[in-house]
């Protein structure tokens, strides 16, 4: 195959900052080949009312309009029923949730979920999506560490499923094969998403390298093994959702012994082109419409109307070189597989 096209792909999890930094990185979601983006909430402060959100969209689209933006709010005690039907008339789409202190801005995270029960419930009833980063917070009491966070978070997405079965709930960035197990066991309103880097990579590409270093941590081969497997099959319920989380560059390359180094991987700038060159190295570029466009978009009520030709066009070349850095100065961002080569090119 020397050409491939897809209809209007979407990522289904991304970070795009605020400030100068959003200004660098929001336009790389079209140059990454991406037509959509759902939105991570985890700002300074993080978004947790629909007021903020739809600001911060307005921010994302003065500077890209050729992006749609699908909006998220972030899971605290501040959230309430109410705000969860503003903000579904809004047409803001899911609300995220992170376990305390367990990755970037998560500060404010949940503890426990019961709390959010009449939350969810309002979520189950106005039909917004309920976004997991699936891990627990470490703890030496009960051996959690962060090779284990995710398998033991997974009770949680098995009791919130059984508790509210009509709300769609999303198990974010899944780094094991017990949480591909997990969500294919659930029924049609449990999905997963899988990023691009966690194809790539297991323990031994983060340990002494910070710039392979994310939250959930890549795991084992074969939990790699499964992420791919999945996708290979086709299974319609685990699609793309980069975390593509960009950090300045001092920011992840610290040497200092009191502070350690950002959590996060930044994918958007080449995603497709790396997206296809991962999935033609485990045989799976024929599943790459359903993956990254087709799959999500039918979970998210995305679907392409037949007069939508948005096609974005791949062609294979013998090699391009990842640019080293994006941006300048201070907010310098590296990108993953910065000088590595790719074999796909966007036309
Ligand atoms: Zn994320």
Redesign the pocket.
């Given at each position: 195959m020397a050409q491939i096209s897809v209809p209007s792909p979407a990522d289904f999890?991304v970070?795009l900052r605020q400030g100068k930094l959003a200004t660098l990185v929001t336009p790389h979601v079209r140059e990454g080949g991406f037509a959509l983006a759902y939105v991570?909430p985890n700002l300074k402060p993080p978004i947790t009312s629909t007021a903020q959100a739809l600001a911060y969209k307005a921010e994302l689209e003065a500077i890209d309009p050729t992006v749609e933006y699908l909006m998220t709010l972030y899971l605290s005690p501040d959230l309430m029923p109410e705000e969860i039907v503003k903000a579904k008339e809004a047409g803001i789409v899911g609300v995220k949730s992170y376990p305390r202190g367990v990755?970037t801005n998560s500060d404010g995270g949940i503890e426990s979920y019961e709390m959010y029960y009449p939350v969810f419930e309002a979520m189950q009833r106005v039909d917004m999506v309920l976004n997991l980063?699936g891990e627990v917070p470490s703890d030496a009491a009960t051996n959690t560490h962060v090779l284990n966070a995710e398998p033991q978070f997974l009770p949680h997405l098995h009791s919130l499923h059984k508790a509210f079965p009509n709300l769609r709930i999303v198990l974010?960035?899944a780094t094991t094969r017990a949480a591909i197990s997990a969500v294919k066991a659930c029924g049609p309103t449990v999905a997963c998403t899988i990023t691009a880097h966690h194809l790539a990579l297991t323990v031994d590409d983060w340990a002494g390298q910070s710039f392979n270093f994310c939250k959930p941590v890549a795991k084992f081969p074969d939990d790699r093994e499964a992420l791919r497997e999945v996708i290979w099959e086709g299974h319609s319920r685990f699609f793309l959702g980069s975390?593509s989380?960009p950090h300045p560059a001092h920011s992840k390359a610290t040497s200092t012994p009191t502070q350690g180094c950002a959590a996060g991987i930044y994918t958007s700038p080449i995603l497709l082109p790396l997206v296809a060159h991962l999935l033609e190295s485990f045989g799976a570029l024929d599943k790459l419409d359903g993956f990254v466009s087709t799959f999500g978009r039918r979970f998210y009520r995305r679907d392409l109307g037949a007069e939508q030709t948005d096609r974005v066009v791949l062609r294979k070349v013998s090699s391009i070189v990842v640019e080293s850095t994006y941006g300048s100065g201070e907010d310098i961002v590296v990108p993953f597989w910065a000088g590595k080569e790719i074999g796909w090119k966007i036309v």
């Open positions: 999890h970070h991570m990755t980063h974010e960035h975390d989380a």
